[in-house]
């Protein structure tokens, strides 16, 4: 039986009434606090939207508020700010901050796991229809109390509340086999990654060759690159550029293509790397994206940003690329890392850190070992690569698996847009 059959079914001919999230549902507010109310320890946890996430630091109060300003294991969350969505808060007792909704559904007619998958539903919409600014989204609770949503059958509440008790029953069996299978594969993905740094680290640690270890200063010269702003970028016809931010989200070991263009107009006052140039950070949130290097391989100059750096050298770009990927190469650079507001390179004491010159006394034998890894490593990248945009593509099926049946499931007939 299709989704559509089965909803036909369900539904056996009831009513759908779509009512604003307002009327159906209360969203309470969380507290806003001072920085100087944020304390290192006591009686509260402060669940702040990044604790949804990967932040697990935390602040602490000991305020006692009135209870709807506390949320407890259960509980229906809704970050309305940044990364904005529902949640289903799963922990002990805490203080919920500002930039977080507390959803209560009205009991008689609304399930609170319905509401959830509701919003969970139209999460992308709102995005799309209600984030302002690009750094910092959010909607208000005006907007969100206006919202549409779907009840089965309000007039009569234990027919509507068994109805959506079973379409729950369905998505939370969708969601354990996804959230099943995307564990497998991202587990099987962290392997493979760590498998290619393994190899490429004992084959970089050159044991028993003949090798000298030089200082990036001795092997090369570094250029800094010149300030551009978000306003310069254009879709064509423009300079093409490396910006900072793309060296760990967005390229690899080496790459020839641009990702990026800034005004024409800029030509004069940008500062521009060569082919064969290893171009590197020198800001990140972590110890690893600060330094981050790809080599620059396309066939003509590129402009770099103010917060990137290129070595020039004669060296094998990608020889020296692969070796500032290196566990010893990062545990070395994170001397001279200035671990401020945000992680800053030191770009003296970062010319000090060693790689291996396979052959120093003999160019031509030297650059052909330094092919010889290359090429090697390369294959194992690949396959690495070629895995990880295997895996990664099919965890994003079996999401987009999910929001398809999720979606049917939800389709009930319209009397506006949600």
Request: charged residues 25%; contains cysteine; proline residues 4%.
């Amino acid at each position: 039986m299709n989704q559509i059959s089965f909803m036909k079914k369900l539904l056996d001919g009831v009513e759908v009434e779509w009512k604003a999230l307002g009327d159906v549902s209360q969203f309470i507010n969380g507290r806003a606090y001072k920085k100087t109310e944020l304390l290192n320890e006591g009686k509260y946890p402060v669940l702040r939207v990044g604790n949804f996430f990967t932040n697990d630091s935390w602040y602490y109060s000991n305020l006692e508020l009135n209870d709807d300003k506390y949320c407890d294991n259960g509980d229906l969350l809704y970050a309305w700010s940044a990364s904005f969505g529902p949640r289903i808060w799963e922990g002990s007792k805490v203080i919920y901050h500002y930039h977080i909704w507390k959803v209560v559904p009205n009991e008689n007619l609304l399930l609170k796991k319905f509401l959830f998958y509701l919003l969970e539903w139209d999460t992308k919409a709102l995005k799309e229809e209600q984030a302002t600014g690009s750094t910092m989204l959010h909607i208000s609770k005006g907007a969100i109390e206006k919202r549409l949503i779907p009840i089965p059958c309000p007039e009569n509440p234990k027919k509507s509340l068994a109805i959506q008790a079973e379409i729950v029953r369905i998505l939370d069996k969708f969601t354990e086999l996804t959230t099943e299978l995307t564990t497998e594969l991202t587990t099987e993905l962290n392997a493979r990654k760590k498998q290619f740094n393994y190899y490429r680290d004992e084959l970089l640690s050159f044991k028993n060759s003949e090798v000298e270890w030089k200082s990036l200063g001795e092997i090369g010269d570094f250029i800094r690159g010149k300030r551009f702003t978000k306003a310069d970028y254009v879709e064509s016809d423009g300079i093409k550029v490396i910006h900072y931010g793309e060296i760990y989200t967005q390229y690899g070991t080496s790459t020839s293509q641009a990702q990026s263009q800034v005004r024409a107009e800029l030509a004069e006052s940008l500062r521009y790397v060569e082919p064969g140039d290893v171009v590197f950070t020198d800001v990140g949130e972590t110890v690893e994206e600060v330094g981050k290097a790809v080599a620059w391989l396309g066939s003509e100059k590129i402009a770099i940003h103010d917060h990137c750096y290129a070595l020039r050298h004669s060296m094998n770009p990608k020889f020296v690329s692969y070796c500032m990927q290196t566990a010893n190469f990062v545990a070395a650079k994170a001397k001279y890392i200035a671990r401020t507001k945000i992680n800053t390179l030191l770009i003296k004491g970062f010319s000090r850190v060693q790689i291996p010159v396979p052959y120093p006394n003999d160019p031509e034998k030297s650059l052909a070992e330094q092919e010889r890894i290359v090429t090697i490593l390369d294959k194992f990248e690949i396959l690495t690569t070629s895995i990880n945009e295997g895996l990664p593509r099919e965890i994003k099926l079996r999401q987009q698996q999910y929001e398809y049946y999720r979606d049917l499931l939800l389709s009930f007939p319209r009397q506006g847009a949600l």
